[in-house]
């Protein structure tokens, strides 16, 4: 982030190369969407949730800790790409033909894909558990009305998971496709249709937004009533 504010802060500097801006740009984002702001919060969750509804642990304590792994694998994967002949150039949103092996040979958008895909099924893990945890582990008493806010927002944002990764998680697949085996899901030459990705990226981006906003709004309704 630094050196992209170093390049922008005078016209026409040489700082870095535009690859090599393209690479950060697009790092940038992936990383303080899928390896910044979704595991902080999910990490209130797992602090939070428990105490606050009077449960020993999550549901599911091994799938937790598949989730991290996980979710440590895919960031580990996104990085390498660094080293392996350069990081993923199109973009966070990686935009069809950005993102085509006719427009871009390299490697990066592979790993984008396989870390996307890794990072994913780990978010999805961790909402099952949640759901499970919150709908399940309630001590005595504790209805769903007397749930605390940030438990509801948690709740929320699991189901809003449940329901947006899988359509991500099918627009990766059918890019890896177009990639690696030929298929033409985003070639207009071949009767594909670059608009597609779109469609199935921002059916996942727009909840996203929501996911990574309510367990801030959760926090600040928790924090805001009881020491003001």
């Known amino acids: ?66 989730s991290y792994w996980m979710f440590l694998a895919g960031g580990l994967l996104l990085n390498s790409s660094f080293l392996f002949g350069g990081a993923p150039n199109a973009g966070w949103f990686g935009y069809a033909n950005l993102t085509s092996k006719a427009f871009n040979a390299g490697h990066g958008v592979d790993f984008w894909v396989l870390g996307l895909l890794i990072l994913g099924t780990s978010s999805m893990a961790a909402a099952f558990n949640f759901v499970v945890t919150i709908l399940n582990l309630r001590a005595p008493g504790m209805g769903l009305m007397r749930m605390p806010l940030f438990v509801w927002m948690t709740l929320v944002v699991a189901l809003l998971l449940i329901f947006a990764f899988p359509v991500i998680t099918v627009a990766l697949l059918e890019l890896l496709l177009d990639r690696s085996f030929g298929a033409n899901f985003f070639n207009p030459d071949k009767g594909g249709d670059p608009v597609l990705w779109q469609h199935l990226f921002w059916f996942f981006g727009h909840p996203e937004v929501y996911i990574l906003i309510l367990p801030a709004m959760g926090i600040v309704s928790e924090v805001l009533p009881t020491f003001a």
């Open 1 to 66: 982030a630094l050196i992209l504010r170093l390049q922008l802060a005078v016209p026409n500097n040489t700082l870095v190369d535009p690859e090599t801006y393209n690479q950060l740009f697009t790092m940038h984002g992936t990383t303080m969407i899928f390896l910044a702001v979704m595991p902080l919060s999910a990490a209130f969750f797992n602090i939070v949730v428990p105490l606050q509804i009077g449960a020993r642990d999550v549901a599911f304590p091994r799938l937790n800790a598949l």
